[in-house]
Structure formats: structure tokens, C-alpha cells
């Protein structure tokens, strides 16, 4: 774990990098890195609704 981090501390200066830990979420860092409108509008909506998801299971969480 220590090698990933130290290996995107230590990236040059203005060299984008990413540690990813799960695989399924390289796919969506590479489709973000890309930055087109129509990807941003899509993980925009996704994570509207992923926040909307959290925010209603906290309310009902509390309620017990």
C-alpha cells in the first residue's frame, strides 16, 4: 500500500496521478482524467444520486 502512495507523492511537478485502490474504480478515474461533457454530466448525475442515496439511508439510520 505505502509503495502505491509514495509512487503519486513522488510524480514529477504538473504530473497528474491517481492511486487507485479497487479496479472497477481505474475505469471511472480514466473516463474523468478524459473530462469530456458528456462523462462529467454522467459521473455528475451518478453522483448526485449516490449522494441523494447516502443522505436518505442516513436520515433512515438515525430514525432506529
Do not use: C, G, W
Request: proline share 5%.
Amino acid at each position: 500500500m505505502l509503495v502505491n502512495i509514495n509512487s503519486s507523492l513522488m510524480m514529477p511537478s504538473q504530473t497528474p496521478a491517481a492511486t487507485v485502490i479497487h479496479p472497477d474504480n481505474a475505469a471511472y478515474a480514466a473516463m474523468r482524467s478524459l473530462n469530456l461533457y458528456r462523462l462529467r454530466e454522467t459521473f455528475n448525475q451518478e453522483i448526485d444520486a449516490m449522494k441523494t442515496a447516502l443522505i436518505d439511508a442516513d436520515k433512515e439510520a438515525q430514525r432506529r
